[in-house]
Structures are given as C-alpha cells and as structure tokens.
C-alpha cells in the first residue's frame, strides 16, 4: 500500500477533466468514477476566453477549446452530487476573482449541504488578464481581491451576522444561510506556487494545490521544487498557528504508476489524474486504467 510518509495514511486518488458540452456529462463520469473507487472528482472552470486572445496560455502556444466550453462547475457538480453518495466533489480550480464573494459563498455552502459535506474547493487567481478585466478586476490586484473574497466568505460560512469591511470587499451585518455542512467550510486549496503561495495557504487556505510537471518537460516549463513547497508550506503553517495539518493535493498526472507512487513519497496525499474532455467511448477505458493504478497502488 502506497501511505503518506508523515502520517501513514493510504494515498487518496482523484480525476478531473474540463466538463463540457461535448464531453460525457458530469453526472454520468461522477458515477462512474465513484463505482470505480476514486475519491474524488474536480472541474476547472472559465466563464469565458476572450475573443481578442491577447494572453497566452501558460500551457502553451494553442488554447484547447475546452477553455470556451465548460460547464459551470458548481452547477456540473450538484448533478454529480444526485447520482452519487461519497465521491468528493472539487472544484480545480474555482477562479475567486471572476465570482462575486456572497453569492460565490452561497454556492458553496449549497452544495456542501446538499451533498452532504462532500465538496472541496480548489481556489485561484487565474492567468488571463482580459478575461480578469471582464469581471471588473485588475490583473494587478487579483491576489489582494481573491484573499479578501475568501476572507469575506469564512466569515459567511461560519458567523451568524457577518460582516466585512476592505478594500475590494464591503459589506454589513447581513444574514446568510444555509451554512456549509463541514465546519468552517469546505477545504480550500490553493492553486499557485509562487514564493508567495506558502503564507497565502496559511492565512486563508487549507492545502496546496499545484498543477503536476511532467519531470521531462519541466525545465522549459519552470520546475517547480514540490518537496520544498511541501516542506514551506508547513513551516508557513505552524508559524501560522494553523491547527492539523495542511492537505497537499497534485492535478494533471497522466497514467504513470511509478509517478503517482513518488508523488505520494514526496507528502502529496491526494493525486488526481488528467482525463480529456470527450465522449464516453475515449474517456471510461482511461478511467478504468487509471482505477487500476490506484488499487494497485493501494492494494
């Protein structure tokens, strides 16, 4: 059995895929995946790409389509959550900046109860400037503006008359109800690693939530060092005074057994593999091999 080394605790593994309206519905991948034994299940989201494609894509020279197709991911998801009773449902990642913060809080707390505490929620900045702009937010504050959103939402998440006052985020005492069924909220994982990530994840986060670097390819992508992220992270925590433990989540690991296993090694305890956003017949025979690689990792 493959165990995180701090804890001993079995590895956890998830999929995502970009759910769109060309691919297999959200609801019948979440019951498939569930009867597969996977622990869980994210969507990315984008509320749109702008037309004018000014921003590159950080992934390379041509966006996927996927991009401009998705389903809204809070909404996919509660039709997961009909068909299925333990899947963890995540979002990877949720874009704070293009969501308004008492209606964004709303959602998640919705979803949460009406799943019975079974979301994850897997938070960013985002990386395209004109999309950002469309919402209002200025690339330039987009971190200063996402902090103060989740700020804002613990506190609706867990206070009976909240209240917040700052610089992108005001508002009084209001009433907002229902209140999330996991205390405090569902976990919230950041999806950056920048130098600045660690202190961000302590203060208003709950885990670390990095994009998987094919070891190959990761010079001419940037390395990112993920035992020094892990080993960051903590130490940002504790001098946080943050209680338990941060959870360490990886995205966008393709059929690599033997990757999977050192990811889990190096204190990942949940790795979540890639699947395409297509139809039934390309994705399931993926998903089957990828449940293969889980019960032989935790066999």
Known sequence: MTTNPRNGSPAAFGVLMFATDYAVEPATLAKAAEERGFESLFLPEHTHIPASRKTPWPGGADLPKEYWHSFDPFVSLATAASVTRTIKLGTGITLVTEREPIAMAKQVASLDRLSGGRVLLGIGAGWNVEEMGHHGVAFKDRWKVLRERMLAMR???????????????DFDPVWSYPKPIQPGGPKCLLGASSRWAWARIAEYADGWFPIHQDPSRAAAQGTVDYVDGIRQTRQAWEEAGRDGEPDFSIFGLGPDQRRAEELVGMGFNRVIFALPSADADTVMPLLDRYAEIGHRLNG
């Open 155 to 169: 506190m609706l998440w867990c206070e009976n008359e909240p209240e917040f006052h700052g610089t992108f985020v």
